[in-house]
């Protein structure tokens, strides 16, 4: 079945260094959805991008990811950490337009000065 | 701005007890989905159901009942918690599956001792 791998639970950075989270997924649909979803703490989690077109870069509140079918990843990038980047990010997928959203299993990130 | 409350934003039951968790949304979304937080597991799809009368079962739904009375409103039931379902609920609603967007509520925090 389908599956999302986000193989850091834990990812701190100091203020001012590039951010890169990485998201792995499987599916053996050509034309699946992915998406980075947000948590900040004592608030609802909430869409931060998402793409389903290979190789365009989405980009959305300084966030980017790229969606490269080939290697089947979509990792989330930012070029400089801001202490209020603090928070739990989700990458999932959707394997087609009629699937239910399989997520990863979350990587928290800890801005620190 | 798409709005989903949950009810209660916590609780502490007790093991054996019945528990039960309230989501309303006012987006006039016909998915509504019931999702479970834990370190280490991300989020992980208990019940959904896209049209009221009817649930379907997600990928953990053991232990855990649902109803979904009209679009408004889903509720998770707990018929006897135990220790193991201590976790955070999210619920969430969306307009479809594949690629639209999920609107979650704040959560609500379980503790079952």
């Known amino acids: 079945g389908d599956s999302v791998t986000q193989k850091e639970g834990l990812v701190t950075l100091t203020e001012g260094l590039p951010v890169m989270l990485n998201c792995t997924y499987q599916t053996i649909y050509s034309n699946a959805f992915l998406f980075w979803y947000v948590h900040y703490l004592n608030e609802s989690p909430r869409l931060l991008l998402k793409s389903s077109t290979d190789n365009k870069r989405t980009e959305h509140q300084g966030f980017h990811a790229t969606l490269h079918k080939s290697s089947s990843s979509f990792h989330l990038q930012k070029s400089s950490a801001q202490l209020s980047d603090s928070a739990l990010y989700y990458c999932?997928?959707?394997?087609?337009?009629?699937?239910?959203?399989?997520f990863g299993q979350g990587t928290s990130l800890s801005v620190v000065p | 701005e798409a709005a989903v409350t949950q009810s209660p934003r916590s609780k502490v039951a007790v093991t054996g007890g019945k528990v039960t968790l309230s989501c309303h949304q006012t987006n006039n979304h016909d998915y509504m989905y019931w999702y479970r937080q834990d370190t280490g597991h991300g989020l992980r799809l208990i019940h959904y159901?896209?049209?009221?009368?009817?649930?379907e079962k997600g990928d953990i739904p053991d232990g855990y009942k649902a109803s979904r009375p009209s679009q408004e409103n889903f509720s998770l039931i707990l018929e006897l918690a135990s220790l193991s379902q201590t976790a955070v609920y999210f619920c969430?609603?969306?307009?479809?599956?594949?690629?639209?967007?999920?609107?979650f509520g704040a959560g609500t925090r379980l503790s079952v001792l």
């Open positions: 999932a997928l959707a394997s087609s337009s009629f699937s239910k959203l399989v």
């Open positions: 159901s896209y049209v009221a009368d009817s649930t």
């Open positions: 969430a609603s969306t307009g479809g599956m594949g690629q639209n967007t999920l609107y």
